[in-house]
């Protein structure tokens, strides 16, 4: 059977979701979630905003996605940030998406390496698949 991991839910808002080292100021990524987080994967917060990250499937890479818009990973990570996360002075800004989602957003992560975002209520989904082609599969919502 295949699995199906819920990662968090966040609160409706705008969202940096990419690497997290394109995003994070230096500070934000190396003390708090490297030296507090121990560069875990999962939810937690950073100045009272939320954060989710979790490997990729594969590492590094270009990943595609369902929204046309290839995610280039150096880290081996994805995360989904509140945008009040995102350091605006970070160069690398642009190799992450921007999305609004007008109600609660879930993140969930298939063991093929497909991230899911998604706005239940408006079907407003992001999927990104960072594992080979020939696994990708319809993926059910986990309750």
Not at 19 to 45: M, R, T
Not at 52 to 79: E, K, M, N, Q, R
Not at 80 to 98: A, C, E, P, S, Y
Not at 104 to 125: A, L, P, R, S, W
């Amino acid at each position: 059977m295949e699995e199906i991991e819920k990662i968090t839910i966040f609160p409706p808002g705008e969202y940096w979701i990419g690497d997290p080292s394109y995003a994070l100021s230096d500070d934000d990524y190396d003390k708090e979630w490297g030296e507090k987080q121990g560069f875990f994967e999962g939810a937690f917060e950073i100045r009272n905003k939320k954060i989710a990250i979790h490997s990729t499937f594969y590492g590094d890479g270009d990943y595609d996605s369902s929204i046309g818009f290839y995610f280039p990973v150096d880290a081996g990570v994805l995360c989904i940030m509140q945008k009040d996360l995102v350091d605006k002075t970070n160069k690398n800004i642009q190799l992450g998406h921007f999305h609004t989602f007008e109600n609660e957003v879930h993140f969930y992560y298939h063991q093929d390496g497909t991230f899911v975002f998604i706005d239940e209520i408006n079907q407003d989904v992001i999927m990104i698949n960072t594992g080979l082609e020939e696994e990708k599969t319809n993926l059910p919502m986990a309750d």
